[in-house]
């Protein structure tokens, strides 16, 4: 069972970090040494993509609610959106059919003060384009919650026992998803302090099960940047002018990711409203997100190949494209 993380376990852990960020520039300083040749960079690891296309056509989306709980006193009630049988188009039906298929399975999770609904236009195109989106609603930083930030560094746990519940269902008798999903296909993605939650499950809490993650507006502050495990692609999208977190620690965070990599830069952008609200913005940064989860999920190479030209679309964004 994943350690809970107590604030005075997390202070420690961000004094650390703040130490081990002073030492890397402490001390003497090394006396020079001729150096003829660079060192050679390292390989980048190669990511376990699997070979294959993504759906060509888009889905209509139902959605329903699980009620689940962690230990017994953390209540993570999950939304889900899934492809559903019927005309693509129009609202979330609830409890509507699954379409036929198997999709894979994309986790997401919400920043300070927010509620997964708050990201449906986002998340709901996702579902469209073949993918199963589970959202938890965290128990201390969702709205209506007690605003504690200090219990951010829980959620990765909280994300994996929730993926591990969501992956049930693919085997669970009577359950509309039974079948539906690509168990062994699975992502995390993440705004702001869903950021850091997604991105801890890349480094301190890592779940080997993942196998690409997007994260919005995210920071490493608390969770680190050891990413370890196995090679799994990442995609950072960020507003320049973010008012709350600020490009440079998205950057930063970025910058250490050892994987197969590309960063989505907003010259405009701030903290949240390209995600929260429909608009050109939204639009260049869902068909992005989209292209980058058909290809690390699905194998798609030709979604790959798009990844460029949807970023490049109406002078919205620049791309830092490591892929």
């Not at 591990?164 to 079948?179: C, F, H, Q, S």
């Not at 949240?272 to 989860?293: I, K, N, Y």
Request: glycine fraction near 10%; proline fraction near 8%; charge should be neutral.
């Amino acid at each position: 069972m994943p350690r809970r993380v107590t604030p005075a376990l997390l202070a420690t852990a961000l004094l650390a970090a703040g130490l081990v960020g002073c030492s890397r520039d402490a001390g003497p300083a090394p006396q020079a040494a001729p150096q003829p040749t660079a060192p050679p960079q390292a390989a980048v690891p190669t990511p376990r993509v699997p070979a294959g296309t993504a759906p060509d056509k888009a889905f209509a989306v139902g959605v329903r609610q699980l009620k689940l709980n962690r230990d017994g006193d953390r209540p993570l009630p999950v939304t889900v959106w899934y492809p559903a049988a019927g005309k693509a188009g129009g609202q979330p039906q609830r409890s509507a059919a699954a379409a036929e298929g198997r999709f894979p399975v994309v986790m997401f999770s919400h920043g300070l003060n927010g509620r997964p609904a708050d990201y449906e236009t986002l998340l709901t195109r996702w579902t469209a384009a073949g993918f199963v989106v589970a959202a938890p609603t965290f128990p201390h930083t969702a709205r209506g919650g007690d605003g504690n930030v200090l219990d951010v560094l829980n959620q990765p746990a909280d994300v994996s026992y929730a993926l591990t519940r969501v992956l049930a269902l693919d085997a669970e008798a009577g359950d509309p998803l039974r079948g539906r999903l690509a168990t062994d296909r699975v992502a995390a993605a993440g705004h702001s302090a869903g950021g850091v939650t997604t991105i801890g499950l890349f480094t301190a809490g890592r779940d080997e099960r993942l196998d690409a993650g997007v994260v919005f507006a995210g920071t490493a502050l608390g969770v680190g940047t050891a990413f370890a495990g196995a090679a799994a692609p990442q995609l950072f999208v960020h507003g320049e002018a973010d008012e709350v977190v600020e490009y440079a620690a998205g950057r930063a965070a970025y910058d250490k990711v050892p994987w197969p990599k590309a960063m989505l830069s907003l010259p405009k952008g701030d903290h949240g409203r390209a995600l929260l609200s429909d608009g050109t913005a939204l639009r260049v940064v869902s068909d992005t997100t989209v292209e980058f989860l058909r290809w690390s999920l699905y194998g798609d190479e030709a979604a790959k190949g798009r990844i460029p030209t949807d970023a490049a679309r109406d002078d919205i964004a620049t791309l830092d494209n490591r892929l």
